[in-house]
């Protein structure tokens, strides 16, 4: 039998059983199209996350006070309390070559008041650095000068929240502004812009750390961000600012670095697991679509015992019949996969237009780990139904008996 | 053409054997016009599908044109028969979904052969049988005559050499009984080997040769009329056989209901 005849056949067929027809395709869609268009969810996130993290700054390293390895046998008994990390630590780190900038940065939560209003506010005391590391742009007044390294400046940029629920629309620059139990006059607004990992930069004041460190009255620091050259080698880097902080701090390597790297390999091995479970979950639908063909199949089977008894007495081989029902559900599932595609990459581009922040990515895999899912569970489930017809006896089937 | 030799054929009814065929041989030579009669059980139909290829026996032996067919595989089997047995059921099989047309077209599209080939050969066999105008039409478009008209076409369609009737009008009524019976004598005058397995004494009794069976055994085999003349060389291409002329009144509007598919 020629395949063209098959596929005219089998149009037959469908055309015959449309309801049957129709559902099966939808259930092969279904399948095909959740398997993309999760696995593009998947793979979007990582991309969002890439994204986020180069939003970061190019590349950055992030020094923070105390180990977290474990070191050594036993209890601590003596504790290993950490050394603080200092502002003289953070210029020490300046001083290597291939970073660029460093910024200190002193964390705390300070109450922020001008006039009546008042309200609890994350305070981050840092320098001029930070806003180049962090990639931050001032959108009204000014930021931090280079004196801000040195000096307790009485001055400070507040994020666009601070700003909007203490001044309203009303104009901020210059004002003066009560953190904790200092006046600081406000010299600049940061621009608006989205959380970053986490860092809701709308919801800060940022104030020289110098002003910080008196304001906490406390010389540690919450943690130095190093911008380092593209050209650098980060590892390399990291090795001289643990040799540096070794030096400083009479041996001890009390501090942790983490590199940007590193951490965005670990949020992309998450992402990527997550994104390959996703994809053996959804899979799962075509399994179950799968499932759906053989019993249609089988019902199909028994539903034509005559007509494949009758196949069967003009010509027909055992071989052609479970041809003709094998290629039934292959027809099958290439249309239901192909109308699977159009509608996940349907789907793909309106989510692209409603939200372009997370647009979805359907990883390279996606499409033929799909249609590989999909064809597998179409053959293999087709298969004991296409036995069975084959099997049957074309005197019995021709009469409409059973065995 | 066709030898049957002690063919025995037992099927488990009910849990007990029932022998269908006991030590059966027969010899069929080519264009001959066979009548297999006998009451229900004797075996009739299975020697039918036996000789149609249709069951294997569990012993005994059968040679088609000296080919010992219990030696061929399923796959051997099935082209032999697609390509030399034409068959014809008493509800005629045909499949609904299909038009008058692609059901005869059938055996040669299981056969692969060209859709050239098998347009010219449909064409031929539809207005062999008289339905050239009604080849686009569905099974329940046509009457029951008609149907059994289709499904001859459809038996004849790859030439084969061996036609079988099961029944052929056990459907009809006695208008297009005739006109089925005419076809298919048609047919055997042309050349084809005609084996019909019928109830009807009169259908019966036209046959030249005629064979009764009784509990799975032959119990007489002979000659009606022994003119001879009729039987001629298998060679004979169905492509000579010219369209039978028949009056296309069509009353007959009997169809049971599983008379298609």
Request: with cysteine; glycine share 8%; hydrophobic share 45%.
């Amino acid at each position: 039998m020629r395949l063209f005849d098959q596929l005219v056949f089998n149009r037959q067929l469908f055309m015959r059983h449309r309801v049957r027809t129709v559902l099966l395709l939808l259930a092969v869609s279904i399948g095909v199209a959740s398997v993309i268009l999760l696995t593009s969810l998947g793979e979007g996130a990582r991309g969002y996350v890439d994204r986020e993290f180069s939003a970061l700054g190019n590349r950055i390293l992030i020094v923070l006070p105390g180990r977290k390895e474990t070191t050594g046998g036993g209890p601590p008994i003596y504790g290993a309390s950490p050394r603080d990390l200092t502002l003289e630590d953070a210029n020490a780190l300046g001083r290597i070559p291939g970073v660029l900038a460093v910024a200190p940065i002193i964390a705390g939560t300070t109450t922020i008041a001008h006039s009546n209003r008042s309200r609890e506010v994350i305070t981050l005391g840092s320098t001029d650095a930070f806003f180049t590391v962090r990639q931050l742009n001032v959108g009204m007044g000014r930021l931090l000068s280079a004196r801000a390294r040195t000096e307790p400046l009485a001055v400070c940029v507040l994020g666009v929240k601070v700003k909007r629920e203490l001044f309203g629309s009303r104009r901020a620059l210059g004002q003066w502004v009560r953190v904790g139990d200092r006046r600081m006059r406000v010299i600049g607004v940061l621009e608006e812009r989205g959380e970053s990992l986490g860092l809701d930069m709308r919801d800060m004041l940022v104030i020289p750390v110098r002003t910080a460190e008196q304001l906490f009255d406390s010389p540690g620091l919450f943690r130095i961000l190093l911008d380092i050259a593209p050209s650098a080698d980060s590892d390399k880097i990291q090795e001289q600012t643990l040799r540096v902080i070794r030096k400083r701090h009479d041996g001890e390597e009390d501090v942790t670095v983490i590199s940007q790297d590193s951490m965005l390999a670990a949020f992309d091995n998450i992402l990527a697991t997550l994104t390959m479970a996703i994809a053996a979950i959804s899979s799962i639908s075509l399994l179950v679509a799968g499932i759906l063909i053989m019993n249609i199949s089988l019902i199909s089977v028994s539903q034509r015992r005559k007509e494949i008894g009758l196949l069967k007495a003009i010509g027909a081989s055992s071989r052609q019949i479970k041809q003709l029902f094998i290629g039934e559900s292959l027809l099958l599932i290439s249309m239901g996969s192909a109308l699977g595609i159009s509608v996940a990459f349907a789907l793909i581009f309106v989510f692209a237009g409603l939200w372009p922040s997370f647009p979805l990515q359907p990883p390279t895999w996606a499409v033929p780990a799909a249609l590989l899912v999909a064809f597998g569970t179409g053959l293999v489930f087709s298969i004991m139904p296409a036995k069975r017809a084959a099997a049957l006896d074309p005197v019995l089937a021709l009469r409409g008996l059973q065995h | 053409m066709i030898k049957l030799e002690a063919i025995n054929k037992t099927y488990q009814v009910g849990g007990s054997p029932l022998r269908a065929l006991c030590d059966v041989s027969l010899q069929i030579e080519p264009g001959e016009y066979l009548s297999v009669m006998g009451p229900s059980g004797s075996g009739k139909s299975t020697l039918l599908n036996m000789i149609g290829l249709l069951d294997r026996p569990d012993s005994g032996r059968y040679w088609f044109d000296q080919v010992a067919t219990e030696e061929l595989n399923e796959e051997r089997r099935a082209h032999l028969r697609g390509e030399n047995i034409g068959f014809i059921f008493q509800s005629f099989h045909l499949i609904n979904r299909l038009t008058a047309f692609e059901n005869v077209e059938l055996p040669m599209m299981l056969a692969g052969q060209p859709v050239k080939q098998r347009r010219s050969a449909v064409t031929d066999v539809m207005a062999m049988v008289g339905l050239s105008d009604r080849a686009s039409h569905k099974p329940n478009q046509l009457s029951g005559g008609q149907l059994q008209r289709v499904a001859i076409a459809r038996a004849i369609v790859m030439r084969p050499r061996l036609l079988l009737a099961d029944e052929p009008t056990g459907n009809l009524d006695s208008h297009s009984g005739g006109e089925v019976i005419d076809v298919i004598e048609k047919l055997n005058q042309d050349g084809i080997t005609l084996i019909t397995v019928t109830h009807d004494q009169q259908l019966g009794d036209r046959a030249r040769r005629h064979i009764r069976m009784v509990d799975g055994m032959i119990d007489s085999d002979h000659n009606a009329h022994i003119k001879g003349s009729n039987i001629k060389s298998s060679q004979t291409k169905i492509s000579d056989i010219k369209s039978v002329d028949i009056d296309s009144a069509d009353t007959e509007d009997k169809k049971s209901d599983d008379a298609t598919i």
